[in-house]
């Protein structure tokens, strides 16, 4: 498990099922926060994915989707107390303001494999990788259906949607 991953899992302890919270990897069908209050477009992408992953032998979890303002902004902190300066936490985390996860716009995939599958067949679903640094946050991009995924940003530094 990565120090990310480490200090997602100490931050999802504090915070419940009602923040988005994810203690233990969830089902892209599961009914809980994190995923029921992901956006209508990506849900419904990520479940055609979820079935059709299955039929090759694959599945796929969630450890992360949408997020409370709050809890987002927990998560930066400890980024922030972990990295030493908001400039190397924003590589990892966005503000609560910024990011697409308390939008309900961006999802984390586990385990590795799933992502290794989405990363092969994701964009035929419009489902595309955007951080290089994080090969397990996905965002819907419709027209990756047509065109194939967007270039991915190294970080979330890089990303005009998350600059203050």
Not at 14 to 23: E, L, Q, S
Request: glycine share 8%.
């Amino acid at each position: 498990m990565s120090s990310t991953e480490r200090a997602r899992t100490a931050a999802r302890r504090a915070f419940g099922k009602a923040d988005g919270a994810v203690p233990a990897p969830v089902t892209v069908f599961d009914e809980v926060p994190a995923v029921a209050n992901l956006d209508p477009g990506l849900l419904g992408a990520l479940r055609r994915a979820a079935a059709d992953a299955a039929d090759d032998g694959v599945e796929l979890f969630v450890n992360g989707g949408w997020r409370s303002r709050q809890y987002q902004e927990r998560l930066l902190r400890e980024a922030v107390s972990k990295y030493g300066s908001e400039q190397e936490a924003a590589r990892w985390v966005s503000t609560p303001d910024r990011s697409a996860h308390v939008s309900g716009n961006a999802v984390d995939i586990w385990p590795p494999a799933a992502r290794a599958w989405l990363s092969e067949h994701g964009a035929g679903y419009g489902l595309c990788q955007i951080y290089r640094n994080e090969p397990w946050h996905y965002e819907l991009r419709p027209e990756a259906v047509r065109d194939g995924c967007p270039p991915m940003y190294a970080d979330p530094s890089h990303d005009p949607r998350t600059r203050q």
